[in-house]
Nanobody, 128 residues
Framework: QLEFVESGGGLVQPGGSLTLACAAS????????LGWFRQAPGKEREGISC????????YTADSVQGRFTISRDVANNMLYLQMNNLKPEGTAVYYC?????????????????????WGQGTQVTVSS
């Protein structure tokens, strides 16, 4: 099962942008679905954006729709999350994960509670 190392987090002002990166331990196309999740203080982990490697279908949560974009670099086994117009509620630890079955929507909507090789994540703080 793939493992990931997340990076790119930091402190950003509201309205700012960040790009998060996720380095996989192996070939990312070995997984069917790749996704980004986040866990805000005192809240449960939630799916943000997930991509189906087989057909390219992307699911993005309503809360970040139009502001966050998931992408992948297959040659370098990297997953990215471009985050624009960040809001204070975006303060969280961000994680990536992979699943071998299902759909991008299912992974994002239900995958946070399933067992994954969660990494250390990367902290994003949105504050003025």
């Amino acid at each position: 099962q793939l493992e990931f190392v997340e990076s790119g987090g930091g402190l950003v002002q509201p309205g700012g942008s960040l790009t998060l990166a996720c380095a996989a331990s192996g070939f990312i196309l070995d997984a069917k679905i790749l996704g980004w999740f986040r866990q805000a203080p005192g809240k449960e982990r939630e799916g943000i954006s997930c991509i189906n490697n087989a057909d390219g279908i992307i699911y993005t949560a309503d809360s970040v729709q139009g502001r966050f974009t998931i992408s992948r670099d297959v040659a370098n086994n990297m997953l990215y999350l471009q985050m624009n117009n960040l809001k204070p509620e975006g303060t969280a630890v961000y994680y990536c994960a992979a699943e071998g079955t299902g759909t991008s929507q299912d992974m994002c909507v239900s995958g946070a509670s399933r067992r994954h090789n969660w990494g250390q994540g990367t902290q994003v703080t949105v504050s003025s």
